[in-house]
């Protein structure tokens, strides 16, 4: 929350009115100042757009850093992600920094997870895709440092179980993502060029998709376009994602379409 506009508002205010009510015009422009410096979290539990946005934003950061903290401290690989995932966002000045003290408020002991992850559900309504770029975040978290802990595994199925997400979907998604990792990894080290690496390749492509060599194209196809769907930024941002974090949604659609590519060029080949 932003304050100091506010308070020196009020004062400058008071100074040249001499009288109360150039001071609560102070207040008033103080208010606004506050709000383009960054997110305006005295409207955590309103509606609209803009709260929403905000919700988004703080709820990530937190929750990202209670993630952190699960096995006991926050490593540097940790902490290297979330400077890396604010690097990617391009958050600077006061966003940054806003940023940052959510996520220490996250790591700190007795952190409300139920009652965050309720607000920001009851804030995001039946917005489902909006959910699920939030739960993919914390999962980019959780493998940080290339593995995922059995703790921080149980802190992830409570953030899902908070989110409205069974147990089920949860390993679904882990085990996408974790595909999605290892096949950025082989295509950006160029191991496509080998026979038994590009079927590796191909293997992590199909699951980064959630589907199976088995199915009909049709059928991968829709679960493609599903999956563009469900991360396209102008519909999330529309839902409330925040501006800021539009660059997620586009990795990952690049990501899911990198990954179809391959399937679709050799679904079926021998």
């Known amino acids: 929350m932003q304050i100091w506009g506010k308070v020196l508002g009020f004062l400058f205010g008071f100074m040249l009115s001499k009288n109360i009510f150039g001071a609560l015009l102070g207040v008033w422009l103080g208010h606004k100042f506050d709000k383009s410096r960054g997110y305006d979290f005295d409207k955590f539990n309103a509606d609209g757009e803009q709260s929403r946005q905000a919700t988004f934003f703080y709820t990530t950061f937190s929750v990202m850093g209670h993630l952190a903290k699960a096995k006991g401290r926050v490593t540097e690989h940790e902490i290297a992600f979330a400077s890396a995932y604010m690097d990617k966002l391009k958050l600077k000045g006061e966003l940054r920094e806003q ?37 993919e975040i ?3 978290i959780a493998f940080a440092d290339g593995q995922l802990d059995p703790v921080e595994r149980k802190v992830l199925h409570e953030i899902a179980q908070g989110l409205g997400f069974s147990s089920r979907d949860l390993d679904k998604l882990l085990e996408m993502i974790m595909a999605g990792e290892a096949f950025n990894r082989q295509s950006g080290a160029g191991q496509h060029a080998n026979p038994a690496n590009e079927k590796a390749q191909l293997n992590h492509a199909y699951k980064a998709l ?32 925040p501006p800021e974090m ?14 179809y590519d391959l399937v679709s060029k050799y679904h079926n080949k021998d």
């Open 99 to 135: 940023a940052q003290e959510a996520f220490r408020e996250g790591k700190a002991a007795g952190f409300p997870l139920k009652d965050r992850l309720a607000k920001f559900r009851k804030s995001c309504g039946a917005r489902y895709d909006l959910i699920l770029m939030f739960l």
């Open 138 to 140: 914390q999962v980019q």
């Open 210 to 241: 959630g589907v199976s060599p088995d199915m009909s194209i049709k059928d991968i196809k829709k679960a493609y376009k599903k999956l563009m769907s469900q991360h396209h930024p102008d519909k999330l941002i529309a839902k409330g994602l």
């Open 246 to 259: 539009m660059e997620s949604a586009k990795q990952k659609t690049q990501d899911v379409q990198a990954a």
